[in-house]
């Protein structure tokens, strides 16, 4: 039962939380609902999900329809892209997703810019990093993720101005067991530290850590994930 699988996971990082002295209240815990039905995902909504994440525009559209017109679901819901995005989805994909986890080059953050500018919205987005060679296609290498930062920019003197990073998001490798996941998610929060220090100022925007999956989310919570994606464990 979905309802049954999102309080175990809860009562899994409520200990976890309690284990390493973290509140869960940093936690947000994102359904990713993609391949699932719209009435599976109402289900979720009613038992206390907040956040929806789906990995296709093209299917997040015809489930949900734009953001103005989401039916059957409440409008505190928040909509989260976590998969590719190529950019002749972006004009859609900016009017649906409150929250783009997957932004993994300048080109996309320009295109995404772009196309918010055109609805007057600020488009909060992660940067999806690289850490391992093998987990995805796509990503930004921890060496170049400075350089993408500093050209998209944030706070005052963003270069972009309908874009906002918000913090960094990374799939880890298939393992045999997650704590082999453990380097990832440590080299995701050391990335995110280091950008922070090399701003001249504080930079309180950069603070999400989009890490963890069904498989290794406690790992990625002990190593200071704020946002966790959880599909099967909700709806299998
Ligand atoms: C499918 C997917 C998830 C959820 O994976 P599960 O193993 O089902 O929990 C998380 N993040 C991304 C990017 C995904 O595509």
């Known amino acids: 039962m979905i309802k049954d699988n999102i309080e175990q996971i809860r009562w899994r990082i409520d200990g976890l939380c309690a284990k390493v002295g973290r509140n869960p209240k940093e936690i947000t815990l994102v359904a990713v609902t993609k391949n699932r039905p719209v009435e599976q995902i ?11 994440g789906e990995n296709k525009v093209q299917e997040a559209l015809l489930k ?3 953001r103005s017109t989401v039916y059957g679901l409440r409008s505190s819901i928040n909509f989260h892209m976590v998969g590719h995005l190529q950019t002749n989805k972006v004009k859609d994909a900016v009017r649906i997703f409150d929250l783009i ?5 300048l080109h996309l953050a320009e295109e995404i810019n772009k196309q918010a500018g055109k609805i007057n919205k600020i488009q909060d987005v992660l940067l999806e990093i690289k850490t391992s060679p093998e987990a995805t296609k796509f990503g930004i290498l921890p060496e170049d ?4 930062f500093n050209s998209v920019g944030s706070g005052r003197d963003r270069s972009l101005h309908n874009i906002k990073v918000r913090g960094l998001m990374t799939i880890a490798p298939l393992v045999d067991e997650p704590e082999k996941a453990r380097p990832y998610f440590r080299m995701l929060r050391e990335l995110r530290d280091k950008l922070g220090r090399e701003r001249s100022r504080p930079f309180p925007t950069l603070s ?12 990625a919570i002990e190593e200071g994930a704020t946002m966790v994606r959880i599909g099967r464990a909700i709806f299998e």
Not at 42 to 52: L, R
Not at 145 to 148: A, L, R, S, T
Request: charged residues 25%; aromatic residues 6%; negative net charge.
């Open 208 to 219: 999400i850590l989009s890490m963890g999956m069904t498989d290794d989310f406690e790992v």
């Open 64 to 66: 949900f329809g734009l």
């Open 145 to 148: 993720v400075i350089e993408i």
């Open 42 to 52: 109402e289900e979720a909504i009613d038992a206390g999900i907040t956040d929806i």
């Open 101 to 105: 986890h997957s932004v993994d080059s």
